[in-house]
C-alpha cells in the first residue's frame, strides 16, 4: 500500500472504521479468558447532537478501551442512549404543534407512540457522530433506558424500595415547569444573574401595636445660581407597620407569617404579635427563627411556604399552614381574588400597581439575585409545592460515601472526593416524579378507597390491595425522572432486568464492576453517587472502581461554550476541515487533569486555530512514514519481489551507532513514560509525552540521521538493514500513539509493512518496555550531541551567517571521552550545522577569523572570516543589545510593580520573569561576541 503525498482524513476515517467494525475487533465475550477491562458510555440523550464536551468525554474514554485492548484485555465499552423525558417530549410536542395538534389532542397512547416513532428516526444520529469520532464500542451491546429490559429493572426497583418504606409520596418544594407542566431535576435548571427588584411592603400591625422606624430625609433647596443641594438626614418615627422585603410580591396571598431573627433586638419585642398581610388582608403571626437575616433588607422575611424552598423548612419548624396561590401553568389561582388567571408576572406589576395606591410600598430598590430556568423550555422556573414521589436518601448515602472515603471507587482528581462528601453527608429526599407522558410510568396502583401499592404488574397490585379483578383499579399517571433510569445503568448494561434469573449474568460476572466511568463533575450529585447508592443497595458491590472528572470547556475568555453565546462551534464541520485525530489529539492535549480547556474559538468564522496543532502532528507522523517507505523501496529497488520477501536485513549490534542506540532508548524510556501517563489519568501528559518523542526526538533528529546516513553510504545491504531499523522501531510507535490518534496510525501501520486481511494496529499488542534498552547513559551521551549541534547553530543565527553558507567548524574536547562521544557523530553534527570541514580533537586550538562558545566544557569554533563584516556585524549587534537592554528596562519595571504582581495571571508574570532571564543571557552572549569580533 503507497501512502499519497498528503494525508487525507477524509478518504481514511471512514475506511478503516468499517473495516474495524467488518472484522468486529470492538466486540468483546463475556466468555473469554482475557482478563477483563470495561466502560460505562454515559447515555447521551436520545435527542443529543454531538458537542465539545462529547468530544473530550468520548475520546478519553476511547483512549483506554484501545489501550487496554492493545495490551491484551477483553476491553467492553458498553453503549446506550438515555429517553431524556421531558427534552424528548419537548421536541415532540413541537412537532405536533406544527400540525395544530396538542398531546392532550393524541392522548397519552397515541402521543407515546408518535414519540418512540421520532426516536425510530432521529435517536441514533449522534452514535452515527460519534462513530466519526473513532469511538471503538461493542455496539452488539447497545442499551435504551426505556428497552423492556430497563424497564423491568426500573419497576423492580421501585416496588423494593416501596416494600421496603423508602419511597413515599408526599408534599414538597419542587422545581416547577410552566411551560412543561412537569417537576424538573435540579441537572434542568440553569441559573442566571437577574436584574429585577427588591419591594419593601408595610404590614400593618393588629391593635395598637407601633415600632421606631428609621427613615432617610432628603431635604432639597434652591440656590441663588439656580443649582440645588441635597442633604440628608435620619429621623426616628414611630409607624403602625413592619417593613417587609420581598423579590416576589405575586406570592402575598399565600404569606402565613413574617420571621424574624431571635437575635435581633428591635424585633424581640413583637415576636408573637400579628401583621396584617397588604393587599391579601389575612393576619400572620411574627415569628422568631434563624433564616431571617438582620443585615438583610429591613430583617423581616414574608412566610411563604407553598412557593419558596427555605419558606417551606421553615413552616416545617413552626407547623405554619402551606397555602398554594398559583396554577401549574403559571397563573394565579381563585385565592388570588382579582388576580385569578393572571400570568404570574403580569400578576406582579399588577400587584405592585394596587399597592402603590393603597399606599402600603415602602420603598423599591434595584436587586440582583439568580434566577433558576428551565434548561427546556426557558422560561423561569417556579418552586412549587406539589404531590410527587420521593426516595428517602440518607439510608442509601451512607455505605455509598464509605465506599468512596475508604477507596473502594477512587475519584480522579482526588478534590471531588470532599464535594461528595459534603453532598451526601446533607443529602435530601429525591424527587422521582415527572408530570409527562413519555417515559417509565410509575407502577403505583391506587384503590378505589385510596390505598396505594407499587407492583410490578396490575395481578400483583390486585393480589397486594386484596381487590377483585373487576374492582376499580387506577395507575399513577407520573412517569419516572430520567435519572432513576440512569442511577441504574451500571446494572442494566450488565443483563440485569430486575428478575432474580439476571441476578448474576455472565456479562456482569466478566465485567463488573467497570473499571472506568468518564463523567463531569456536575453531575456527580444526579448520577456518579446514586449510581454508588443502588449499585451497592441492589447488588452489594460497587458499579465503577475509578471515576475521571472531565474538565470544563471554555472559550478564551474563560466562558463556557454556548450556542446563545455565539461560542459553541459544530464539531463535525471541524472534524471535515481537521480530521477526527485532529480533534482528539488537540482536545486532549489542552485538557490537564482538574484544569479547564480553553479553545480560541473564532467569533465570526467558528474555528479553532489550535486543531492547526492536531492536523499538523498528524501530517508530521505522515511524513515520516513517506520517507521511510520511500527509502526502503530506494534501498531495494534492485531486488525482485520474491528477493524482497525473502530478504532479512538487520542491524546487528556492532552496527548501532550513538544515534540508533538514542532513539531506541528514547523508545523505550516514552514507552514507560506514556504507560506511567495513563495509569495516573494524566492524559494531557500522554499525549506531550509522543508529540515530544515523535516531532522532535524521532522526526527532527532520527529520521534526519538517517537520512545523513543513507546519503552518505553505497552499501545497499547496510541501508536496508538501517531502513528496516528505522521502521521496525516506527511500527512501534504508531502502535503507541494509536489510542489517541487511531486512524491516521492505522492508515500508516498497514502500509508501512504488508498485512494480511483482519490484521489491525487497534488489536496489534503494545510495545514492552525494556530496562536494558532504555538506557539514560545513552541518552546522555546523545544529549551532548544535540547540545554540540544546536549551540553551533544558535552561534551562526547569533552571528548572522546566511542560511546557505557552509562554515569551517572545530571543536576542541576537553578529554578523550567528550572527543569519542562527539566524533562518533561526526557525519550527522558536520551536516545539521552547514559546516564545510568538521574538525574535532581534544584541546584543539582556536583558528583565525573564528567566532566561540563553550557547551558542557567542549569549546567549539565557527569560522566567519571573509563572510561576514566584524565592522558591520559589531555594529549589528550593539543596536540588538541595546534594543535587549531596553527590554530589560521595561520588564524588570513591570515586575517591580506590585500591583501588576499581585493582579495579573500567575502564567503571565511567570512569563515577564521568562522574558527577562532570556533578554539578560542574550546581552551576556552578544557581548561575548562582540569580544570575539574585536
Known sequence: MELPKAYNPSETEQKWYEYWLKNRFFASSDVSEKPPYSILMPPPNVTGILHFGHILNHTIQDIYIRWHRMRGYESCWFPGTDHAGIATESKVVQQIKKEGLTRQDLGREKFTERVWEWKEQYGG???????????????????????????????EVFVRLFDEGLVYRGKRIINWSPLAQSALSDEEVQWREVKEFMYTLRYTFEGDDTIELKRVLKDIVQNEDGTETTTERT?????????????????????????????????????????????????????????????????????????????????????????????PDGTLNELTGEFNGMERFKARKAIMDKLKELDLVEEIKDYTHNVGYSERGGEPIEPYLSDQW?????????????????????????????????????????????????????????????????????????????????????????????????????????????????????????FSPTNLLVTGPDIIFFWVARMIMFNLKFKGVIPFKDVYFTSIIRDAKGRKLSKSLGNSPDPLLLMDKYGADAMRFTMINAAPIGTDVKLDINDKTQDIASLELGRNFANKVWNAARFLMMKREEAYNDLDPMQRSLSSFILQPSSLTLSDLWIQARFHQTIKDSQAALEGYKLNEYAQIMYRFIWSDFCDWYVEAVKIRLYASSDKNYNRALVNFAV??????????????????????????????????????????????????????????????ESIRALRGLMNVPPHENLPVVVSCPDAASHEIYASEERVIQAMTKASTLEIAVNAAKPDGAVSAVVQGAELFVVVKGVIDPAKERERLQKEIARLEN??????????????????????????KQKLTSAQDSILKIQANIAELA
Not at 275 to 291: C, E, S
Not at 894 to 906: D, Q
Open 728 to 789: 521496525s522501531l516506527f511500527d512501534g510507535v504508531l502502535r503507541l500513539l494509536h489510542p489517541i490518534m487511531p486512524f491516521v496510525t492505522e492508515q500508516i501501520w498497514q502500509a508501512i509493512t504488508s498485512r494480511a486481511e483482519g490484521e489491525s494496529v487497534c488489536v496489534a499488542p503494545v510495545p514492552e518496555f525494556s530496562v536494558e534498552l532504555a538506557s539514560e547513559q545513552v541518552v546522555e551521551r546523545f544529549a551532548r550531541v544535540q547540545s554540540l549541534t
Open 125 to 155: 444520529i449522534i452514535f452515527e457522530q460519534l462513530k466519526r469520532l473513532g469511538n471503538s464500542s461493542d455496539w452488539d451491546r447497545m442499551l435504551f433506558t426505556m428497552d423492556e429490559s430497563s424497564q423491568n429493572a426500573v419497576r
Open 887 to 912: 527590554l530589560v528596562k521595561t520588564t524588570a519595571a513591570k515586575l517591580a510593580n506590585e500591583k501588576f504582581v499581585a493582579n495579573a495571571a500567575l502564567e503571565l508574570v511567570e512569563y515577564e
Open 390 to 510: 420521593f426516595v428517602q436518601m440518607k439510608p442509601l448515602a451512607a455505605p455509598a460515601l464509605a465506599s468512596v472515603k475508604n477507596g473502594d471507587v477512587k475519584f480522579y482528581p482526588e478534590h471531588w472526593v470532599k464535594t461528595y462528601e459534603h453532598w451526601m453527608t446533607g443529602i435530601k429526599d429525591w424527587c422521582i416524579s415527572r408530570q409527562l407522558w413519555w417515559g417509565i410510568r410509575i407502577p403505583a396502583f391506587y384503590a378505589e378507597d385510596g390505598r396505594v401499592a407499587a407492583a410490578r404488574s396490575e395481578s400483583e397490585a390486585r393480589q397486594k390491595l386484596g381487590l377483585s379483578n373487576d374492582a376499580p383499579l387506577r395507575q399513577d399517571d407520573d412517569v419516572f425522572d430520567t435519572w432513576f433510569s440512569s442511577n441504574i445503568w451500571a446494572m442494566t448494561t450488565m443483563g440485569w432486568d430486575g428478575s432474580d434469573a439476571s441476578h448474576s449474568t455472565p456479562t456482569a460476572l466478566k
Open 235 to 327: 429621623v426616628l418615627e414611630r409607624v403602625n407597620y413592619l417593613a417587609v422585603a420581598t423579590a416576589r410580591p405575586e406570592t402575598l396571598f399565600g404569606d402565613v407569617a413574617v420571621a424574624v431573627n431571635p437575635k435581633d433586638e428591635r424585633y424581640k419585642h413583637l415576636i408573637g404579635k400579628r401583621v396584617r398581610v397588604p393587599l391579601a388582608g389575612q393576619f400572620v403571626p411574627i415569628i422568631a427563627d434563624d433564616y431571617a437575616e438582620a443585615d438583610f433588607g429591613t430583617g423581616c422575611v414574608k412566610i411563604t411556604p407553598a412557593h419558596d424552598p427555605n419558606d417551606f423548612m421553615v413552616g416545617d419548624r413552626h407547623s405554619l399552614e402551606r397555602i398554594n396561590t398559583m396554577n
